[in-house]
């Protein structure tokens, strides 16, 4: 096998892979992105699941580094559905020629540091490559999650995963369908099959909130407005706690009278989605202010599911927002409709998958079973490849009690190694482009700053990133997002360990990361010697 040489090695062409391959090739590098799927898109090519939408509105997800391109896009929606994203990402790979340095089909099976040579040797399905740098561009949600159900294997008609969903779409006509899970993938998706299937089972484990997303067509007027001033646009959301615009308020909820609260619950969960969490300011960090939202989106999933038996196994308990929120179009009045049922978890637990369908108290006769499970959140992408660091330090093994990382950039033991929205950066508590755009544009800017200042080597150490993975849960401890099993602190995954990934608050830790560069990147170090 040939050894080709890079500066830099990406892995994955999703939203950060295309950017990162953009920018450096600008700034004079080879670059090589190195792509399993068979094509770009990343997290929006393998999540073609029916109902597939992007819950952020358009207008914010999406590319803010090149004005023109954010001015000729036009989207049609308010929310874009999976398929348009993918076509927006291909006209940037087209716009900025990136195809050619993408090699798809083709997955990276190792990456070793060579210590002698401070370089990496990565294996990919195709080749090897050794490269200066690589860069992790491999997603949060990339790695689905398929429990061991016993007898899976057994299955004998068509087993799907949300997050690995076939290209050619599928037609649920006159079919029974069974789906496992009810988080977002499974909250888009119910409607849409429903509307198909002969009878669809939804089994739940664990009820969920979701708010309407009332999509529609994009109004002109609101894009004209946007476009006008996209960069102070951008700028405003950037500057609030999650990135994400509408989120920024002062007044509690636990200083607002009970007329008052209705009220803004109701306008923000009639307009704003997502940003339903943003109606008061109070309510991810006090227990008794979430509760008062919580018991709104009770309140509403009683009035619209008809079956009040249905509607109270539908209510969800914990805390709202501790799980990722939802949004939907036509969720709980999905199980209005007489091919719909609900079959609740923790009554009737699943004793085993058959060749027909699956058991949980009696046996449910299908044509297809959808997982809708989940994912290995945040680490699942890297932890299984299998990326070798100094001494030959195997990344699974160290993050083995918790995955511990500088910023959510570097990691000790694994130098000229970057994660693009790692563990312990805003990412999934964020709008995921301007987040993996700052991150993207962060790594260039080290990359050539280590070019210009005759740096060989840059890694973090292990005491900055204890110190930073303990800030991570100081506060996270100030809010209520501990408070339940989430994928956001590993509890979905039996064997992972439990601790809290994501960084909470967009302008600090933006404060952080440019001043850690402005000082010569403080507390990574460079040219180490053994
Ligand atoms: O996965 P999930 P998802 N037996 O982990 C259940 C993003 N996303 O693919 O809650 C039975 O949320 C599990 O039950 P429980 C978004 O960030 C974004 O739906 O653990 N059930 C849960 O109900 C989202 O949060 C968009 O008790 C089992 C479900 O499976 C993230 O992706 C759209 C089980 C998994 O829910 C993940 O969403 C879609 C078992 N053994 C997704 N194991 C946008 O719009 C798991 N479950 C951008």
Redesign the pocket.
């Known amino acids: 096998m040939s050894l080709r040489k890079l500066d830099v090695v990406v892995v994955g062409a999703g939203f950060s892979g295309l950017y990162l391959l953009h920018k450096l090739r600008s700034s004079g590098f080879t670059v090589g992105v190195f792509e399993k799927g068979d094509q770009l898109g990343g ?1 929006w090519h393998w ?1 073609r ?1 029916p109902g ?5 509105p358009s207008l914010q ?1 999406s590319y803010q580094f090149d004005e023109e391109l954010q001015q000729e896009w036009k989207w049609s929606e308010k ?1 874009s559905a999976q398929p348009e994203i993918l076509d927006y990402l291909n006209h940037v790979a087209d716009r900025f020629d990136l195809k050619k340095d993408i090699e798809f089909n083709t997955e990276v099976i190792s990456a070793t540091f060579d210590e002698k040579k401070s370089l990496w040797l990565i294996q990919t399905s195709n080749e090897k490559i050794e490269a200066k740098f690589c860069v992790m561009a491999t997603g ?2 990339s790695a ?2 398929t ?3 016993k007898g899976l294997s057994d299955f004998q008609g068509q087993l799907l995963h ?2 690995k969903w076939p290209q050619n779409p599928i037609d649920f006509t006159d079919e029974t369908v069974a789906i ?9 998706s119910i409607p849409v099959i429903a509307e198909q299937a002969k009878h669809l089972y939804v ?4 009820a ?1 909130y979701s708010i309407p997303s009332n999509n529609g067509p994009m109004d002109p007027r609101e894009e004209a407005e946007v476009k006008s001033r996209y960069s102070a646009f951008r700028k405003e959301n950037w500057e609030n706690g999650f990135g994400i615009a509408g989120l920024e308020i002062e007044a509690l909820a636990s200083e607002s009278t009970e007329q008052e609260r209705f009220e803004k619950f109701n306008n923000h969960w009639e307009k704003e989605g997502l940003g339903f969490l943003g109606a008061y300011a109070d309510l991810m960090i006090d227990k008794e202010a979430n509760e008062m939202a919580a018991s709104f989106v009770r309140t509403k999933v009683k009035e619209i599911v008809k079956d009040p038996e249905v509607a109270e196994l539908l209510s969800p308990k914990f805390t709202i927002g501790c ?5 939907d179009t036509g969720y709980f009045e999905a199980f209005n409709r007489d091919n719909v049922t609900l079959v609740d ?1 923790n009554s009737n637990p ?1 004793e085993r998958i058959t060749e027909q369908g699956l058991i949980a108290n009696k046996e449910y006769l299908v044509d297809s079973l959808i ?5 290995d ?1 945040m680490t699942g992408a890297l932890t299984r490849i299998d990326i070798r660091g100094r001494r030959g330090i195997r990344l699974k093994d160290q993050w083995k009690d918790g995955a511990k990382s500088y910023l959510g950039l570097g990691i000790s033991n694994f130098p000229n190694l970057f994660t693009v929205t790692g563990p312990g950066s805003p990412s ?1 508590l964020s709008n ?1 482009v301007p987040s993996l755009e700052l991150h993207v544009e962060w790594i260039s800017q080290c990359i050539e700053w280590m070019r210009d200042n005759n740096k060989n080597v840059i890694e973090s150490t292990k005491a900055v990133e204890d110190e930073w993975m303990v800030l991570v849960n100081e506060v996270a401890d100030q809010t209520v997002y501990k408070s339940c ?3 956001y602190n590993g ?3 039996e064997e992972k360990a439990k601790d809290f990934l994501p960084f909470i608050g967009v302008p600090p830790y933006t404060e952080k990361i440019t001043e850690v560069a402005e000082q010569n990147y403080q507390g990574f170090v460079f040219d180490k010697t053994n």
């Open positions: 997290t999540n699941y597939a939408r992007c819950d952020i997800y929310y949060c949600l689905p999650n429990p061991d159900f949300t997050g496992i899970g009810t988080g977002s993938s499974s909250i888009q089994f739940q484990r664990t969920n799980k990722r929120l939802c949004v978890l699943i997982l809708a499970t989940g994912f959140a999934v995921m099993n989430s994928w509890s979905n995954i």
